[in-house]
């Protein structure tokens, strides 16, 4: 699928039809020389782990409507990454990750919305909770939950690859 961006040809400053790619990830217009970068989008996810079993949410809504996942989303501007993750678990679940998060790592993805495939950087941070807490989903945002034990989830598809990689480096780690 390719973005709108990819594909236009008038320029979002002058309006004239001269604006062409130059690379993958540079866009410019032969006219008055304004460029555009084709940069990623910070979005996070995180690992919630309470007495070795792992929180998966079901996507409620497109990409990947039905599928589990990890709680998660963009980034605000005005956030960090932990920021962001911790909001996205309240607003997703209600549960607060806490502050004791633990970076696993960023893989890059692609986030097909709508007419635009959006390039991602996907942060992943892992939280044990000490107390199981309870999860109220906001569905618009997920359609459930489910605690799934650590030891089932080796083979587990997730809705994402980064996602699914994230959760194959905790699940190293833990052993």
């Known amino acids: 699928m390719e973005t709108h961006l990819m594909t236009a040809h008038f320029c979002p400053q002058c309006g004239q039809q001269t604006f062409t790619s130059q690379d993958n990830n540079r ?3 032969s006219h008055c ?13 995180g ?4 007495q070795q079993h792992v929180l998966l949410v079901k996507r409620s809504k497109a990409p990947a409507a039905g599928e589990w996942d990890l709680p998660g ?11 962001a993750l ?4 309240l607003e997703e ?10 970076y696993l790592g960023a893989w890059p993805n692609q986030y097909p919305y709508k007419t635009l495939v959006y390039p991602t950087m996907d942060i992943f941070f892992a939280a044990e909770l000490h ?3 309870a999860c109220e989903v906001d569905n618009s945002e997920v359609s459930g939950f489910s605690w799934r034990p650590l030891s089932d989830c080796a083979e587990l598809k997730l809705a994402f690859p ?5 959760l194959s480096r905790y699940l190293s780690l833990s052993q």
């Open 27 to 29: 866009y410019q217009c």
């Open 33 to 45: 020389q304004f460029e555009m970068f084709r940069n990623v989008a910070a979005a996070v996810g």
């Open 73 to 83: 989303g963009f980034v605000n501007p005005d956030e960090s990454a932990e920021q």
């Open 47 to 50: 690992i919630l782990v309470y």
């Open 86 to 89: 911790r909001r996205e678990c």
């Open 131 to 133: 107390n199981k807490p």
């Open 162 to 166: 980064s996602a699914q990689q994230a």
């Open 93 to 102: 679940t209600g549960i607060n990750p806490g502050e004791s998060l633990q």
